[in-house]
């Protein structure tokens, strides 16, 4: 009797686990979607709020990169979440042109091994011509921007509208030098 | 300096990516301390490592084949490795460490060989090591994986306690086991299952290094001071928790790699044991 409870019991997580399974690869969550679950919701003031700094709704430069890399991948799970905002970021500058001639500029973070990336691409304000006015590739840079998401072939890309590359701030939020 | 990183380490934790991380990580070392016991004294100790490379081959097929969710393939080849592994390692002509061996590395050549072949990502490398290392994939962790993972470990404590008797009479002598009526295949199955269960899901959210790492230390490290099976799993369980919790907390305080962290804890915590039991003699006696 213990034991068919136990089984059924089992089983009943069982199920449960498999369905999450189903759930754990759909697409990102979208605009109508708005989250997987309300606790999670409410909990967005508190951290949202503390990373408001210097004039910025969102300074990332803040977090050491751990944190930073955790922070970026929930922005780009959850972009209605931030687009709008003021975010400062550090990191290292990379150029990208696609076949069709299109020219990417965005600002990597790795995470602690090193190994994985975290992008937010960078529209500068104003007219500027690659490569110069811009800096030299894998250059750590602080970025400023509005945050901006937008989908491409399924897949979501941050980009900081009216971009400034400002001087240099560390991760930890120290002025140290400036680049331009 | 204390207080200034206590209100750090209170301010991240407003962040709900930090508290999910530290929820599974939690339950994964508690599922796979339990686990490790039986594993090691059943003389599998590489058997984490060696589904994690079948997994991350299960994985890159998935990826080229282009399937929707790839745990409908990774799931079921790992499950069905793990039995081939644990169910019929001791009958067959390749012996058990052997074959944790050889289906290891092969899957991990395929799979690897596969991506660079039919890659579906610009960043091969990052793949990889993120699959490997797990990086900081347990910082990205949504709701859903939290609750896959509570699950996961409500079924494994689950069985393991309404087993207890049965896997440990399977662990120690399954030949006596089967004489007193045990049917020790079957309960050599159940643990095959659960492996993989817990091997797919640590993999996904640490990295197999981890879990490898996750399965072996705390085991051998409660080996050095206590000589009952209780007692071992009840030490096991603790020191892989504890272990998991230090990591974590220290890799997101410090910035440093989320799973040799606590892979180093766990050494930490082995070479302290060893030493107390090299003083006390507990592991002779």
């Known amino acids: ?180 | 300096m204390m207080s200034e990183m206590l209100s750090k380490l209170q301010y991240y934790f407003t962040y709900p990516f930090v508290r999910y991380a530290v929820v599974v990580g939690l339950l994964i070392a508690l599922c796979s301390s339990l686990l490790g016991v039986t594993l090691v004294l059943k003389r599998f100790s590489f058997i984490g490592d060696g589904l994690s490379h079948v997994a991350f081959g299960a994985m890159s097929v998935a990826a080229v084949v282009g399937v929707t969710n790839n745990m409908y393939l990774i799931l079921p080849v790992t499950v069905i490795s793990a039995i081939l592994l644990l169910r019929t390692g001791q009958n067959t002509k390749i012996k058990g460490d052997a074959a944790v061996a050889m289906i290891s590395v092969g899957a991990l050549a395929i799979g690897y060989m596969l991506m660079n072949l039919f890659p579906t990502s610009s960043n091969i490398s990052a793949d990889v090591c993120s699959t490997l290392f797990g990086s900081t994939s347990i910082l990205t962790l949504k709701i859903t994986d939290v609750w896959l993972c509570i699950a996961m470990a409500v079924i494994v404590i689950a069985v393991f306690i309404i087993f207890y008797n049965k896997i440990f009479a399977v662990t120690f002598d399954e030949n006596f086991s089967k004489a007193t009526g045990i049917k020790a295949d079957g309960y050599n199955l159940l643990i095959a299952v659960i492996t993989a269960f817990i091997i797919v899901l640590a993999m996904n959210l640490v990295g197999s290094l981890l879990i490898s790492a996750l399965i072996i230390f705390p085991a051998l490290s409660a080996m050095r001071l206590f000589r009952s099976f209780r007692g071992v799993i009840i030490c096991s369980a603790i020191i892989s928790v504890v272990c998991a919790a230090v990591g974590i907390i220290l890799s997101i305080l410090f910035s440093t790699p989320v799973g040799s962290t606590i892979v180093s804890a766990d050494i930490a915590v082995f070479l302290v044991f060893w030493l107390v039991s090299a003083i006390t003699g507990r592991s002779k006696s």
């Open chain 1, 1 to 180: 009797m213990i034991r068919s409870f136990a089984l059924a019991a089992v089983s009943a997580a069982a199920v449960l686990a498999l369905s999450s399974c189903g759930q754990q690869a759909d697409p990102l969550p979208s605009s109508s979607s708005h989250s997987s679950s309300s606790e999670e919701s409410s909990e967005i003031p508190d951290f949202l709020a503390a990373l408001a700094n210097d004039g910025f709704d969102c300074d990332l430069t803040q977090l050491n990169s751990n944190m930073m890399y955790g922070q970026i991948f929930d922005m780009v799970s959850n972009p209605d979440r931030y687009t709008g905002m003021t975010v400062r970021v550090t990191g290292n500058f990379n150029y990208y042109k696609d076949g069709a001639g299109k020219e990417y500029f965005s600002v990597f973070i790795p995470d602690a091994a090193q190994c994985c990336k975290q992008g937010i691409e960078f529209v500068l304000n104003g007219e500027h011509k690659y490569p110069d006015d811009y800096p030299a590739d894998g250059e750590e840079i602080t970025v400023t921007g509005v945050l901006n998401a937008y989908d491409e072939y399924h897949v979501t890309y941050l980009q900081l509208l009216d971009a400034e590359i400002v001087p240099l701030v560390k991760m930890g939020g120290t002025t140290n030098e400036s680049i331009n």
